[in-house]
């Protein structure tokens, strides 16, 4: 499904973010990429719809490597949901933001109204359809900013943080929400509750390189793995 | 959190003005505009014409008159520029009460007044009868280039996001004890809008990527294709025809 092999990346000042990364994420998985602030978990996350180009390596969606050539086909397969809702909604209105993404693949008319509809009621914010993003509360534009990647029908769904900023209620219903979706998804986080609620699998992303992989539950349980990358359970809870 | 429709200028309601289309709006304020603009100076009549057919199209569109009216406090700096033109302009003088004024340039500040005036009031039925995002959409259907279209757009869906940013600035200068009394504390400000500009510049980028991963091309996706029926720009063409028969029938009377 996903596959990164030996991907290495430096910024254009230099600094060097990631340091041949292996990783596998086969289809249906639901896999939380962890790491602590500047691991290059973003980085990564970046080269997968091919927005940053690798300096060594290759990533590859479904067999179709990414390459400049395919970037339209790779950003169709890989739907990316970014950390703030206000970078992702831009639009006047919530269903031309859900728009955005199929028309650009080329939908329009009633097949396009249909997806905007389908997408709206899978995260529950059909009835706001007509509103401004700016007039909904943050765990409502964190919705829609998944109804929008959702619309264009992604093979792999990548969550940048998704449970960020948001209150208890609305950290359940996205969780909710990402368990009744039938998409790969691969969530890039340090809320490793979250992780557990959500994913099967776990992968620790350290300065650069993959630096664990394995069931979530025998990762958390792992202290030293944990304590390496920086990765702390909140107080009070241990995973057993 | 603004009001739930649209911008501060705009006045919900669902009369005939405000069903037409923006793009028919749009080129009817123009050409309203230009009859007024056209209309020779000398005589009054046209302009209480013109004035009437306006006060009409306000009725109809059941904007409250007085809703217009303290909006257009935007015009004061331009009349107190007319009221000044009398006393500088230069010129055989009349006497006007106690003051010996120019006379072309009492007939100068007359028309600036009264033209104006007259495009103050046109525009304000416009943006009251219509919704930001109609106007956006509208220009984009008058073949506004792409690029304008998509500023327009995302300055539309922005203003608020960075007046929260600002405020959250100042919010938080403010709980460290800050106050803006004297010039002395200017550099303070310009560091908070430099950081502004920053954030803003940034959140561009970012915008801009998130674009990009839904495919994004150069070219964003009509809002909406609204088009006009024939009866629409009928309705939207009665008060600029009226203008532009005025406007005519002034000019050959001026003959």
Redesign the interface.
């Given at each position: 499904m996903l596959d990164v092999r030996g991907l290495a990346f430096a910024y254009p000042d230099g600094h060097q973010a990631l340091f041949g990364v292996d990783l596998h994420v086969h289809r249906g998985e639901r896999v939380a990429l962890l790491g602590p602030n500047g691991a290059g978990k973003t980085t990564l996350v970046l080269h997968l719809n091919g927005i940053l180009a690798a300096g060594a390596g290759t990533v590859s969606v479904s067999g179709l490597e990414v390459t400049t050539n395919n970037l339209a086909e790779i950003r169709r397969r890989v739907g990316i949901i970014f950390q703030d809702p206000d970078d992702q909604l831009f639009m006047p209105t919530v269903r031309d933001d859900v728009a955005f993404g199929p028309a650009n693949l080329g939908l329009r008319g009633d097949a396009l109204d249909t997806r905007v509809l389908r997408a709206l009621e899978q995260v529950g914010m059909d009835a706001f359809i007509d509103r401004p993003p700016h007039h909904l509360s943050y765990g409502q534009r964190r919705r829609v900013a998944v109804a929008t990647v959702l619309a264009m029908e992604p093979e792999i769904l990548i969550m940048d943080e998704p449970s960020s900023n948001l209150d208890p209620a609305s950290r359940r219903e996205l969780a909710d929400i990402v368990r009744a979706l039938d998409v790969t998804v691969l969530m890039v986080t340090h809320d490793l509750p979250y992780a557990l609620e959500l994913c099967e699998r776990s992968v620790i992303l350290s300065d650069g390189v993959i630096a664990g992989d394995g069931r979530t539950r025998e990762v958390l349980a792992d202290a030293d793995l944990l304590a390496r990358p920086r990765l702390e359970l909140p107080y009070g809870f241990t995973v057993v | 959190?603004?009001a739930?429709h649209g911008h501060t200028l705009h006045y919900h309601g669902h009369s005939a003005i405000h069903r037409l289309p923006a793009h028919v709006k749009i080129v009817a304020l123009v050409l309203f505009v230009l009859a007024v603009v056209a209309t020779p100076r000398e005589a009054f009549w046209p302009y209480a014409a013109h004035l009437t057919a306006l006060v009409g199209a306000v009725l109809v569109s059941r904007v409250p008159l007085s809703y217009i009216g303290t909006r257009m406090v935007v015009e004061v700096p331009f009349v107190v520029f007319a009221l000044l033109v009398p006393f500088v302009a230069i010129g055989p003088r009349v006497a006007v009460g106690p003051f010996e004024v120019s006379a072309p340039g009492l007939v100068a500040a007359w028309a600036l007044l009264a033209k104006g005036t007259l495009g103050v009031i046109a525009s304000l039925l416009a943006a009251a009868t219509t919704e930001?995002?109609d106007l956006?959409a509208g220009f984009e259907r008058l073949r506004l280039p792409q690029p304008l279209v998509q500023i327009m757009?995302?300055m539309?869906?922005?203003t608020?996001?960075v007046a929260g940013e600002l405020s959250r600035m100042r919010i938080a200068r403010d709980s460290r004890g800050f106050r803006a009394r004297s010039i002395r504390q200017w550099p303070v400000l310009g560091h908070t809008l430099g950081a502004l500009f920053i954030r803003s510049y940034e959140?561009g980028e970012?915008?801009h990527?998130?674009?990009?991963?839904?495919?994004?091309?150069g070219r964003?996706?009509s809002?909406?294709p609204r088009t006009a029926t024939s009866g629409e720009w009928a309705v939207g063409g009665i008060l600029p025809g009226v203008a532009v028969l005025v406007c005519a029938a002034a000019l050959v009377i001026a003959r």
């Open positions: - | 959190m603004g739930g930001a995002r956006v757009s995302f539309l869906r922005y608020e996001v959140r970012r915008v990527l998130a674009m990009l991963s839904r495919g994004y091309a964003l996706p809002l909406h």
